[in-house]
């Protein structure tokens, strides 16, 4: 074990696969020497080439493109977008190439071996730019995972089983967490499996679910609600695509209550199509109405940030409405 | 050897025919950067004749110096921590700003985020600058964008838009619409090098070409994209070359040389408006800054590779110039920066304690009125602030009195 930071967790997962097989590119805007802007491939290119780990144009439709063909032809293939908020020019690559490669040809051709890094979340002053939570339009595409860590531990193992997977994924990383998650990480290799929730802690009054940065938030509020008796139940959904129904449903069949919380605006979030399956799945054993703490329709703002985020009062608050409802 | 058939061209091609089976060389085009003023702000002998008159040479001078004293402090704030985010201009003063005065006010400007001497131009005042950096009510992008997004109706600039590349197709397509109205103006598009390499570039300059937009392509070629030196962005000679191959005239210039710029830009602008047609303009220089306050060029460049370039300062150029004119007095100048600085100074306190935008700012705009969703998004904020007020000090101070006149 080591003491790592989210960073060196990942760097250190990239590096280990790399080592293991040598049919493996990590690549993007500033990746190579410098080490990407956030420094997670920092030292890669010096360990494996520039043939294997590089810097590409700024082009980030061109590094999805080329992230499909690479994996297409059995690469494992590493592609950070530098901000999430910046995917979208690679939204066609991704939404009609990379999710559907494997359909379209009736399994003749696949990319299974892709996984696209992106920083996410906010938190940090980024503004409309540097702050985004875009998982809900990846999450209307069938054949894309979506795995959020929420510290650098699981940041490893998750990553691990994202480059072993056959299937693509993008691992959105929550950025506000980069340096201030610093937990004991094994150095070397394990894995976390993918499409499975976490129950982080056990509770018996209501059930509290987030993924990525925003766990942090619920365990917050959990903490409050704990000192006025409120037993809460964490679950850290780790993979949005395809999720982990039963953990959930389990859960919720034992507190009769559910508070979903997300970065992202309210409408049309992921905790929308959470709440609908779970009230269906669990109706006669509701005590009151699911409820979801989110970001506020609008853009991401700046100077109104600490207003706008779905943070831990709001969820406290949502979380006494749901006990007395 | 000529046309060896004579028939119909569908394929919109413009050669002859050849028997001989070779590439064309990847060098075929090779571009000079045109000069007139050599590093100690002489002209060059031979040198075209400049059509700057003195008044003009004075503000673009003065814009370049007061942009350079601005990203000195407004870094400075950003290090104190009284900022969150700042990017400077430093070594393309020249280039930015001589490229500006090129213009005509009812011109557009669309640029990337490194133009604040365009703007400065423009005549955009030192409040307003201040009060963008700080976020605060008096902000004309009332406090939601990170500092430096920069924008004004009024002066006809674009507010700035982080995403790279996507100022260029919209410039096309604004040009296009200038170009339908008849009145002469045109617009300017600004871009690095590394965004260059977007998608949006290539849709935005064939768009202009085909659809015969009044653009000026302003490509600042400083160098780096972040860390991304230029000789890992692209193999070709540089930007210019490419209009070439979007059917778009071009033309490459000494982005340290204030006055080739204007001269170029000028042409540029001429040709673009009398003939409805874009032009890409290449500018050379060299990003002396660091990408922005996040970055740390230590990183990826060395300090001597800096200093080499520093000494091609484009403010020191130019002045040796004016000097040389006889339009420029040295005491005077080492005056005016002195004023300059204390003015910024005093502008920086000021604007630092204005308070940020109403909390109905985070919902306005979003829409031209504001849907009931979000309204009731908003009322349920506004009663959480008030059962909170410690943990929103920024807008929960005004709401609570507010609240409590209403009673």
Redesign the interface.
Known sequence: MAKMNMLQAINSALSIAMEENKRSCVFG??V????G?FRATSGLQEKFGKERV??T??????IMGFANGLAALGYTTIAEIQFA??I??AFDQIVNETAKFRYRSGNEFNVGNLVIRTPYGGGI??????SQSPEAYFAHTPGLQLVFPRNAYQAKGLLTSCIESNDPVIFFEPKRLYRASVGEVPEEKYSIPLGKAEVVKQGSDISLLAWGAQVEIIEKAAAMAEQEGISCEIIDLRTVLPWDVETVVNSVLKTGRLIVSQEAP??AGFASEISATIQQECFLHLESPIDRVCG????Y????E???MA?H??VY?AIKRSVNY | MGKLNNIDNPNNINSSDTLSLEFVSEHALSIPSFKMLDASGKMYKGAMKSTMDKKTALRIYATMRFVRVLDERMLAAQRQGRI??YMQCLGEEAAVTASAAALEDKDMIFAQYREQAALAYRGFSLENFMNQNF??EKDLG?????PI?YGSKELNYMTI?????TQIPQATGYAYGQKLDGEGACSICYFGE??A????FHAGLNMAAVHKAPVLFFARNNGY????PAS???KGDGIACRGVGYGMKAIRVDGVDALAVYEAVKMARDYAVTNNEPVLIESIAYRLAAHSS??DPS??RSKDEEENFRENCPIARFKSYLLKQGWLDEAQDEKAKDEIRQQVLDALKTSEKIE??A?E???TD?YEQVPP??QR??EQ?KQ??I??PE??P??AARIVSNTQEAK
């Open positions: 805007e500033d190579g020497h410098f080490g802007v590089f810097n144009p700024l082009v980030e439709q061109g908020d910046y979208f020019p002053a980024g503004g409309l730019y540097h309210v409408t506020l329709d609008t853009p703002p700046l100077a109104h600490k207003e706008y943070d009062l709001k608050e | 969150s985010f976020s605060n009332k406090g939601r964008q990170m997004h838009s982080s995403p790279l590349g590394g965004a390499s977007e998608g949006d994209a972040i860390s991304t890992e962005q692209f996040s970055d990183g990826y940020v935008p909390l700012e985070l919902v979003v969703h979000l998004q908003y904020l959480h602030i059962k909170y943990a929103y920024a807008t």
